[in-house]
């Protein structure tokens, strides 16, 4: 039961332009929403987070949208860099819900 | 280094064999959990600790599988009588005691069941 859902596997984006990634969830309870990211051989680290109270959140170069009518969000990260490229990974959770339901996640590589 | 520790960080066995591993959390976290990684997917549920209580598993987790924490510190996830399916990256996190507080991971240890 897959609650978490990135679509695109992949994306692939020159470097100095923006890098949009998307993720759509089933459940109505999650209110909690972050992005981890991954390199090759590392545990995923974190990114950014928001709120379900709130309909954007930004970090530097990394900005998150929440759509709740829609239950999506996405991820731009402008400019993109070399060091950006990575598996970016979605999550969720739910008031007083401890764990985190993942989605798939989306590789993302910067071309030079 | 402060952060997750897993080990071993691969381990490779024969099919049948039991295979432990350890982690060792953040130390001011006292919420623990182990997550599962295959190839293409991205990291699901197992298991979770509020300090040495094990206080939610997920249906992923077989009777083959069995996690603990004694004293509230360190885990140990064991698989017994391992089956070709359980080659994966095992996920560790650490948490402090709040719903939406940020998992922190360790760098997994992979298992691969020949």
């Known amino acids: 039961d897959q609650q978490v859902k990135q679509n695109s596997p992949s994306l692939s984006v020159q470097e100095g332009r923006i890098s949009i990634l998307n993720c759509d969830y089933t459940?109505?309870?999650?209110?909690?929403f972050l992005w981890y990211k991954k390199y090759p051989a590392e545990g995923p680290t974190f990114l950014i987070s928001?709120?379900?109270?709130?309909d954007k959140n930004e970090d530097g170069r990394f900005t998150v949208f929440l759509n709740k009518s829609a239950k999506h969000l996405s991820l731009h990260i402008v400019p993109s860099q070399p060091g950006d490229s990575a598996v970016y990974f979605c999550?969720?959770?739910?008031?007083?819900?401890?764990?985190?339901?993942f989605g798939a996640g989306t590789t993302v590589t910067v071309r030079a | 280094d402060t952060g997750v520790s897993q080990n071993p960080r691969h381990k490779i066995t024969k099919r049948g064999q039991n295979v432990t591993f350890r982690c060792d959390p953040i130390?001011?976290?006292?919420?623990l959990y182990w997550y599962r990684q295959t190839l293409g997917q991205g990291p699901e549920f197992l298991t979770y600790?509020?300090?040495?209580?094990?206080?939610?598993k997920s249906r992923l987790l077989s009777d083959r599988f069995s996690a603990e924490r004694p004293k509230g510190s360190f885990s140990t996830l064991e698989i017994q009588r391992t089956e070709q399916g359980d080659s994966a990256m095992y996920l560790c996190?650490?948490?402090?005691?709040?719903?939406?507080?940020?998992?922190?991971f360790g760098e997994g240890s992979r298992l691969t069941v020949l």
């Open positions: 996190a650490s948490s402090l005691d709040r719903p939406t507080g940020e998992l922190f």
């Open positions: 459940n109505s309870m999650f209110d909690y």
């Open positions: 928001i709120s379900s109270i709130k």
């Open positions: 999550a969720a959770s739910g008031s007083n819900d401890y764990k985190l339901s």
């Open positions: 130390s001011e976290h006292n919420r």
């Open positions: 600790f509020q300090n040495e209580a094990q206080l939610e």
